[in-house]
């Protein structure tokens, strides 16, 4: 029965002592393994239902069954790792609410720095990150569509915007569900492209506008940029600006 309760085995243990106690209720030290086993079933049931709690993200209150367990026992299975990999869910779980809060104001830069954090740590395998990396492939769409949005777009900008193009298919390969939305992404990257083009035609123009080696420049970028958006209306008119 000692070896059963050294090596985490209280349920062997415990049916060993009963059938001690029914051959020899007297036997010497049977009480004090009994007390011992029962001691031991009472910390697995705290530690089981710790891990449970860490399958429901209660991260603080299984933090306190480990706590307790060590309390009375230092050295139980791996409880001292449960902490320390517990505290550090805690942390992160405060680093999620601190990213949802910037995803509900649609401050998508920092949702995205704070989501990237979060799935970067190494977590136990039994996390559901499955909300957070919705969450983040959707700060990648509303990035992307902020820049979008802006009155006068920068090559920085472009280059923002088809990085977290990557980053988002990356992040959720293609399926059946989100080919539409995947479909408008690249749409709307490929306009950035041609966008980018342009902005390279405009600076070939204005660092020497009556130069052979310029022209034939932008005329390039131009081609490329229509090979991009050939039928956007924005380009089209981007087109004309530039030879003019």
């Known amino acids: 029965a000692t070896a059963f309760l050294n090596n985490s085995r209280p349920e062997d243990a415990m049916r060993l002592i009963e059938e001690i106690q029914q051959r020899d209720p007297q036997y010497p030290g049977l009480d004090a393994l009994l007390d011992r086993a029962v001691a031991q079933m ?9 891990l449970v709690l860490i399958e429901q993200g209660r991260f603080d209150l299984a933090l306190q069954n480990f706590q307790d367990i060590a309390a009375q026992n230092p050295t139980f299975r791996d409880i001292q790792s449960q902490i320390a990999s517990t505290e550090v869910l805690i942390s992160l779980q405060d680093v999620i609410e601190r990213a949802d809060d910037h995803f509900e104001a649609e401050e998508w830069a920092e949702a995205i720095a704070g989501y990237e954090d979060v799935l970067e740590g190494d977590l136990p395998e039994s996390i559901d990150l499955s909300p957070v990396e919705d969450r983040l ?60 083009f342009l902005l390279r035609a ?29 039928t956007a209306a924005v380009t089209l008119n981007r087109i004309s600006l530039i030879y003019n």
């Open 42 to 50: 009472e910390l697995d049931v705290l530690y089981d239902n710790a």
């Open 202 to 230: 405009e600076q070939a123009l204005q660092d020497d506008p009556d130069s052979r080696q310029a022209i034939s420049t932008a005329e390039f970028y131009v081609q490329q940029a229509d090979a991009q958006n050939p």
């Open 137 to 196: 492939y959707s700060s990648y769409l509303g990035e992307i569509g902020a820049i979008l949005e802006k009155d006068q777009l920068t090559i920085p900008d472009i280059d923002n915007a088809k990085a977290y193009y990557e980053l988002a298919l990356a992040l959720k390969p293609q399926n059946s569900q989100n080919v539409q939305e995947r479909t408008a992404l690249r749409n709307a990257v490929r306009q950035l492209t041609a966008e980018r």
